[in-house]
């Protein structure tokens, strides 16, 4: 099966510029999730969808981060203003079904930010 | 709060030996515990899981052992080969509400040849 798709795979932005970065779920796949990845440490929940609703945004810089997934497919992630301190990997992953134990995890390539 | 723990945050052993990497967790409706592998440049890669109704389970050289009344599970890889290099992350699923995955801050494995 393909994977979980994210473009592009680098992007270098200077601060309070705005940045886009996109996902498309494993086909069937109901729950996407975006997580950041900063260096040296685990991925951390920043939203995740079953379908189309929003499950969980309690991590997410509301203030300058926002995520939709339309039509409960592919998902787009959008920062702005960006700040340095958002430099990190943002990742993509996606399951079949979020609330069934063994539907695990099936993360993208992944999203390398920098600002500068 | 929800919570994941995991040691060493490094670990380097000689090729052929045995590798173990610890995970604790705080929240005790946690009931799905994954393992990633992460190489350099690359998308974590599950390699491992286990179930809270399960104690142990084992995948050829790697195997995942659970105490569910501690709270903490364990990545064990035997015979290490030098293609086991990457940084290893544990994850404890919640069995209810939003079923978060919460991470642990991973482990980076050097196996030496």
């Known amino acids: 099966e393909a994977g979980v798709a994210q473009s592009p795979r680098y992007k270098i932005i200077e601060k309070r510029q705005s940045v886009a970065f996109w996902c498309n779920p494993i086909?069937?796949?109901?729950?996407l999730y975006w997580y950041q990845q900063i260096l040296g440490q685990g991925p951390k929940l920043l939203i995740q969808?079953?379908?189309?609703?929003?499950?969980?945004d309690s991590q997410l810089p509301k203030d300058r981060f926002s995520a939709e997934r339309l039509k409960g497919v592919d998902s787009t992630l959008k920062i702005q203003p960006a700040k340095l301190e958002d430099s990190a990997v943002y990742l993509c992953a996606s399951s079949l079904r979020g609330d069934r134990v063994n539907s695990p995890l099936h993360f993208g390539n992944g999203t390398r930010l920098t600002v500068t | 709060g929800e919570n994941v723990e995991q040691h060493p945050s490094t670990l380097s052993v000689q090729e052929g030996d045995s590798a173990v990497i610890k995970c604790t967790y705080s929240?005790?409706?946690?009931?799905?515990f994954p393992w990633y592998k992460q190489e350099l440049g690359k998308r974590p890669q599950l390699i491992i899981d286990i179930r809270s109704n399960v104690g142990e389970k084992k995948d050829q050289r790697i195997a995942v052992t659970l105490n569910k009344t501690a709270k903490h599970f364990s990545l064990h890889i035997t015979e290490t080969q030098p293609e086991d290099s990457a940084v290893y992350f544990c994850?404890?699923?919640?069995?209810?509400?939003?079923?978060?995955?919460?991470f642990g801050t991973g482990t980076r494995l050097k196996v030496l040849a």
């Open positions: 994850a404890a699923r919640k069995s209810a509400g939003t079923y978060k995955y919460i």
């Open positions: 969808f079953q379908n189309n609703g929003v499950v969980d």
């Open positions: 929240d005790s409706a946690s009931n799905y």
């Open positions: 086909s069937g796949h109901a729950t």
